[in-house]
């Protein structure tokens, strides 16, 4: 079965996740070269009436399911936003933030085509952090 681009890059930015693969502080002189190491992520949820929010988090898993949760933003709550349908992993946070500046700027006609382009049934993507 063909992945999408999103379920790809997921499965890349899982793999690298920084907290799992360093080593402490106590077994690796080298740990503050590698401890500046980070991923960022820029990210739309969608809700089931299909309310855009994007955001970005240098922890994807824990933002994604704070949202869940409803442990944030007062707009994520009203608008019940806790679909991942879209994410960009960034090695910069400068980087990351001026993208999601750019993706608040557009449309949401544009928003809906980039999300379509990788998960063109708006598949909860959040839904690969809980498999094995």
Known sequence: MLLSACAKRMRVSKSRNPSASLPSPANDAQSGILASV??????????????????????????????????????????????????????????????????????RDKKVALIEKTNPKWRDLGEDFHRK
């Open 38 to 107: 980070a991923v960022y992520h820029v990210y739309i949820l969608a809700s089931p009436s299909a309310v855009l929010y994007t955001g970005v988090t240098n922890h994807l898993e824990r933002r994604v399911s704070e949202h869940g949760q409803k442990l944030l933003s007062s707009f994520s709550k009203r608008y019940n936003v806790t679909r991942l349908v879209y994410f960009e992993a960034f090695g910069n946070v400068r980087a990351a933030i001026a993208r999601e500046k750019q993706l608040k700027r557009w449309r």
